[in-house]
């Protein structure tokens, strides 16, 4: 197999395995994101308390849809190739180790998922602290650790196999440049020994 082959087969995977993440994704973010609530529910009981029950109910049923909805768009967003075969925040970094690490880009995009819910808590007379949390909104409702988030460890697993691939992908890259830069060096030595 060509490196040019082995990198597409080995993108095809990421791909693959991108899917099968998002739809993990996708129910343990909705939980994650009900948790949060709760804290919350809990750190401004003061706040919930001054809404009469109809207003309660409307929140309760708004704050559902929300979290629904954004569960399915980040779980789609997750889909996305191009958040795995550029995982980091950094330039031509390499992805953490652990998930929750600030730097992975599919981390950022999960706490993205909370962020929709500050427009309905604002409407709700909730105000939002003055510092956003990172990547997820002004009420700290997204979850804080991978454990958090996924408690059943499949999301974790499914980071570590990516994280194999795409040491795979990147070496399949490279291996052509390499071997370009190896012909020139060679060709360069033999017109320099040349007699």
């Known amino acids: 197999m060509s490196t040019e082959q082995r ?13 099968s993440f998002a739809e993990d ?12 609530m709760g804290r919350l529910v809990e750190k401004h009981a003061t706040w ?17 849809e929300t979290i629904r909805k954004s569960s399915m768009e980040v779980a789609a967003r997750l889909r996305d190739p191009d958040i795995w075969l550029e995982p980091t925040v950094l330039v031509d970094g390499i992805p953490d180790e652990e998930l929750d690490n600030s730097g992975n880009r599919v ?26 949390d990172p990547g997820g909104g002004h009420y700290g409702i997204q979850p804080r ?22 040491e795979d992908y990147r070496r399949a890259l490279r291996e052509p440049e390499e071997e370009r830069e190896r012909r ?4 360069a030595r033999r017109r320099w020994n040349e007699r």
Do not use: C
Request: no cysteine.
């Open 184 to 187: 020139d060096r060679d060709e």
């Open 145 to 166: 650790s991978a454990a958090e988030l996924d408690r059943s460890g499949k999301l974790r697993g499914l980071w570590q196999r990516f994280r194999r691939m795409y």
């Open 48 to 64: 919930l308390n001054s809404l009469d029950d109809r207003s309660v109910a409307a929140l309760k049923a708004t704050v559902a």
């Open 107 to 132: 981390w950022v995009t999960m706490l993205n998922a909370a962020r929709q819910l500050d427009a309905v808590l604002g409407e709700f007379g909730l105000p939002p602290s003055e510092v956003p």
């Open 25 to 36: 994704a996708e129910p343990a973010l909705e939980e994650a994101l009900h948790h949060g």
């Open 7 to 19: 990198s597409e087969h080995v993108r095809r995977e990421i791909e693959e395995l991108a899917g």
